[in-house]
């Protein structure tokens, strides 16, 4: 299929299904992914197993949250690239709404015991679902010892050696290729790649969206997207008289960060917290950490923090404006410029690399990548359970590199216990994400008013 125009799927059936899956991304890139892979690939069977993991792999490697470009990747598969806006504007929406409602709050009224009992109890409850989701993500992805290995190794090199995400991706990329040089088996997905339960995709591989290849399609692209994502930070500077405003600073530095996010949001957020704090001072460094645990519990990518910080800022340093217009005009273009380009990755991209899915070397290059993904999120997980149950943590071995473990002295039992709670209804019952996450938080809340 090369019209543009064509829909796998009818577009209003697809606009009400990543409908429901945006107010379902909880829990980090592990939950957003297994949320996807289960609502596209096993309940509706438009998406085959080997063709999510493939683009899952390719979304790995770009700059950005990599569960959003995925939804994008999916949007386009099935309805082309109205398909893909309409599946990344969804995917981003519901969390910048709810964190637009949560700033407001923590401005206007502080930290209020309903606010912190409902985030303590959300906070718990994304455990067990990162986890499961790992562990879902690990059984399709790792098929073997040898890509064990692999994700033990990318675990390891985040968690104790501290090496950067890239370069932990470019490694496992090249150990791939090599894998499928020395031993093609061990990288070869199973044919035909089929979900847990045997029943193949409703909608074959051939019969996805597809585009050819055109350099003046990709120049158009490539025009049209860096136009919209400068022309708000040009606007403002306009209308500024050319003088530098808080508009400007965090248009141009949410701008660039866009750039150089890979690995998702913790890859990225020592270097946001340390500038937004020590640089600018749009916040402290404590509003920092509240910021980050409201993203971690809100639907949507966790670099959304940085419109918390975003609204603070422009909130205390307004210029003309009134301070709540402000604020919420910063929310809206960092929320813009930092997720223009996960687009424009996505829709220069996607072309050639679905041309590229019968290379068995790219293949193979990939399977190593997508083995390393396992690793990366249970780096994921390890770091936010150890923040959420402990007050404090360390490294052991040196300044910057050793393992992370907790303080044991600051051990939290309110979390450990509505964590507990959470795993019982995740691995027990079998419940939803939603429903986990609505019991956590109501017992949060009266854990909070009780102590």
């Known amino acids: 299929m090369t019209d543009e125009g064509r829909n796998v799927v009818p577009l209003r059936t697809a606009v009400r299904t990543w ?35 493939h683009a899952m792999s390719y979304c790995m490697l770009l700059p950005g949250p990599e569960a959003q470009q995925l939804a994008v990747y999916s949007g386009w598969l099935l309805n082309g690239w109205v398909g893909g806006l309409v599946a990344g504007v969804l995917f981003v929406l519901p969390g910048f709404i709810t964190i637009l409602a949560l700033s407001w709050v923590y401005v206007a009224h502080g930290d209020s015991t309903l606010v912190t009992g409902v985030l303590l109890g959300l906070a718990a409850a994304v455990i067990p679902i990162v986890v499961q989701a790992v562990l879902r993500l690990g059984r399709r992805a790792v098929l073997n010892r040898v890509l064990l290995v ?41 044919e035909p790649a089929e979900p847990a339960d045997g029943r193949p995709p409703l909608i074959p591989d051939d019969a996805l969206h597809t585009t050819p290849r055109s350099a003046r399609r990709s120049l158009g692209y490539l025009a049209v997207g860096l136009v919209l994502w400068a022309a708000p930070v040009a606007a403002a500077y306009a209308l500024a008289g050319g003088q530098r405003t808080v508009f400007t600073e965090q248009g141009l530095f949410f701008g660039g960060m866009a750039l150089v996010t890979f690995g998702g949001a913790y890859a990225v957020l020592s270097y946001v917290a340390q ?47 009134d301070p709540w217009a402000a604020a919420v005009l910063a929310s809206v273009l960092v929320v813009w410029v930092t997720f223009v380009p996960c687009f424009l990755f996505v829709f220069l991209g996607a072309p050639y690399v679905e041309r590229l899915r019968g290379n068995e070397t790219l293949a193979a290059a990939l399977t190593g990548v997508s083995a390393a993904v396992v690793g990366v999120i249970a780096n994921l997980a390890l770091y936010f359970t150890v923040h959420t149950l402990f007050a404090e943590a360390e490294r052991i071995g040196w300044e910057h590199l050793g393992l992370l473990v907790p303080v044991w002295s600051s051990f939290q039992w309110q979390p450990a216990a509505l964590g507990a709670l959470g795993a019982v209804l995740v691995f027990g019952l079998r419940w939803p994400v939603l429903r986990t996450l609505g019991v956590c938080g109501l017992a949060g809340l009266g854990l909070a008013l009780v102590t």
């Open 275 to 321: 500038a937004a704090v020590e640089h600018y001072g749009w916040l402290t460094a404590q509003e920092m950490v509240r910021g980050l645990a409201l993203a971690e519990t809100t639907p949507g990518p966790l670099i959304m923090v940085v419109q918390f910080v975003a609204f603070l800022g422009a909130f205390r340093d307004p210029g003309s404006l």
């Open 19 to 53: 409908f429901l899956i945006s107010w379902q991304t909880f829990g980090g890139p592990a939950g957003q992914i297994a949320v996807m892979h289960r609502e596209l690939v096993e309940e509706r069977r438009w998406i085959g197993e080997r063709r999510f993991l």
């Open 150 to 190: 692999l994700a033990l190794g990318a675990f390891l090199a985040l968690a104790v050696l501290g090496v950067p995400f890239p370069v932990v991706v470019l490694a496992s990329g090249v150990a791939g290729w090599l894998l499928g040089r020395w031993r093609p088996g061990l990288t070869r997905l199973p």
